[in-house]
T-cell receptor
């Protein structure tokens, strides 16, 4: 079976740094992706980690440790517009599909 | 480029009625997905098409759900008859088959279905 775990909610203030963790147990693993979804909106792709280590894209960074079955999304210099739900997603090998985590709701306070 | 188009945006039906959703993917995207997202949960794959062929429909409740992608472009998802537990947002996504991990999926805005 496939299992992903994320914290259900995280709260932080504007300008702060927040880390959203994701642990996974899947039958096979190809990579870890992150998606952002505002209320009522479509999920939008943020980042992908196929190898261990840190990937940086502007204010967002994503990290993967295959040996620990663990990854995180790091958001720096938080802005009010970052308030949204964030989903990690495991892509399975051999062309199989993504499995999405339950999502973490981030609230950014002024 | 134009995004993934879905319609309708909202739908309210009574249980046991039927409903259909439409999706037009990004031009050139061979792979199309239908996801079900229940409030407060992550998207769950219902079916994946590669061109007009089904790649994965293992999680599609085939006794009531059906989907087709004629001519490898537009797709429709149908529910017949609907149950209360089908209330959810139905998301369509598309991707380039060759680089779906690196570029990610592009999702449409979804259809919010309420079954009463």
């Amino acid at each position: 079976g496939q299992s992903l775990e994320q914290p259900s909610e995280v709260t932080a203030v504007e300008g702060a740094i927040v880390q959203i963790n994701c642990t996974y147990q899947t039958s096979g693993f190809y990579g870890l992706s992150w998606y952002q979804q505002h209320d009522g909106g479509a999920p939008t792709f943020l980042s992908y980690n196929g190898l261990d280590g840190l990937e940086e894209t502007g204010r967002f960074s994503s990290f993967l440790s295959r040996s620990d079955s663990y990854g995180y999304l790091l958001l720096q210099e938080l802005q009010m517009k970052d308030s949204a739900s964030y989903f990690c997603a495991v892509s399975l090998p051999f062309g199989q599909n993504f499995v999405f985590g339950p999502g973490t709701r981030l609230s950014v306070l002024p | 480029e134009a995004g993934v188009a879905q319609s309708p945006r909202y739908k309210i039906i009574e249980k046991r009625q039927s409903v259909a959703f439409w999706c037009n993917p990004i031009s050139g995207h061979a792979t199309l997905y239908w996801y079900q997202q229940i409030l407060g949960q992550g998207p769950k794959l219902l079916i994946q098409f590669q061109n007009n062929g089904v790649v994965d429909d293992s999680q599609l409740p085939k006794d009531r759900f059906s989907a087709e992608r004629l001519k490898g472009v537009d797709s429709t998802l149908k529910i017949q008859p609907a149950k209360l537990e089908d209330s959810a947002v139905y998301l369509c996504a598309s991707s380039l088959a060759s680089d779906r991990e690196r570029d990610g999926y592009t999702f449409g805005s979804g259809t919010r279905l309420t079954v009463v």
